[in-house]
């Protein structure tokens, strides 16, 4: 048998195994995965001009200052080169400094915190486009989905308009787990307690695969969804399709239930939420009596602000305080707010 022959017979296995590949991440249908994409080439590439002259050259003595060579130049003498040394180290600096330069620009241009400024490589967004807000639960082992200003809830199957900017709320019911739609964006952590973000847009229309990328568990191989990108026409008519064949609202004793540990979880609707779930969820209080994070923190704000009371003293404390002084603690941050915008909470322990 040639060598050839041989060597096609061996590549031939992976040639084919290449070909049912989906590389989506490299075909992707939305402009953050797109940028992401790009930014991975890009860096290849200034890699490997570097790494394939270097991969040359080594061949190239090899060959030259074999043994059997008695034409090649010999000096045993020589030990230093200015113009050589100019090129080692002038290359692969130029390169280090166009990377550095790179990435501190795509760090924070795509900053998974930052909202869009375009639709894609040739539109910008309109002033007057209104993003698409949908909260995100990660559960053991399936995903909640809950948008707020439709009133409506899924699990396991997530939907949003082309061209339209998607503002993703994401947390964690208990485990870490990771929020991934290749063809949308990258990756980001759902986490108990906290609150990650995620901007991003889709702008062809298609079913594409969403999953958990961070292992949680038994019920981790089926921690996945589909995402449908559809037309606004069609996702109003999705939308419409959830409150009809929604079984039930959402609230917290069915959130309860849904939080269960279960796999393999058909896709469920519901046909409308209770506004304060989610914040419910984030802030560890969806049981009945259980008091909420951020009104925790701004307790122990106040306390410290009134002189370092005790837990046990909070109700002595609220009383006393202005109106004026209450404010909103989320596990981002502690942010002043009006009483109108959140009543003052009882101190109950």
Known sequence: MSLKLSRGLLIAPLMLLLTGCNLVVMQPSGDVAMQQRDLILISTVLMLLIIIPVMALTVFFAWKYRQSNKDAEYDPE??????????????????????????????????????????????????????????????????????????????????????????????????????????????????????????????????????????????????????????????????????????????????????????????EYYNSVDPELYHAILNRCVEAGTMCMDEMMMMDHMRDKKGGKSHDEHAELFPSLERSEVGICSVEGYSPASASEKEMPAAKL
């Open 78 to 267: 020589w030990h230093h080169s200015t113009k050589l040394e100019v090129i080692i180290w002038s290359a692969p600096l130029l390169i280090i400094i166009a990377l550095g330069a790179l990435t501190w620009v795509s760090t924070h241009k795509l900053d998974p915190y930052r909202p869009l400024d375009r639709i894609d490589a040739q539109r910008p967004i309109a002033a007057d486009v209104k993003p698409l807000t949908v909260e995100v639960v990660s559960l053991n082992w399936k995903w909640l989905f809950i948008y707020p200003e439709q009133g409506i809830a899924t699990v396991n199957e997530l939907a949003a308009p082309v061209d339209v900017p998607i503002n993703f709320k994401i947390t964690s019911d208990s485990i870490m787990n990771s929020f991934y739609i290749p063809a949308l964006a990258g990756q980001i952590y759902s986490m108990a307690g906290m609150e990650t973000k995620l901007h991003a847009v889709i702008n062809k229309e298609g079913v594409y695969k969403g999953f958990s990328a961070n292992y949680s568990g038994d019920g981790f191989s089926d921690m996945h969804f589909k995402f449908h990108g559809l037309s606004q026409a069609d996702f109003d008519q999705w939308v419409a399709k959830v409150k009809a064949d929604g079984a039930t609202e959402l609230g917290r004793s069915e959130y309860l239930d849904l939080a269960k540990p279960s796999t393999a979880v058909p896709v």
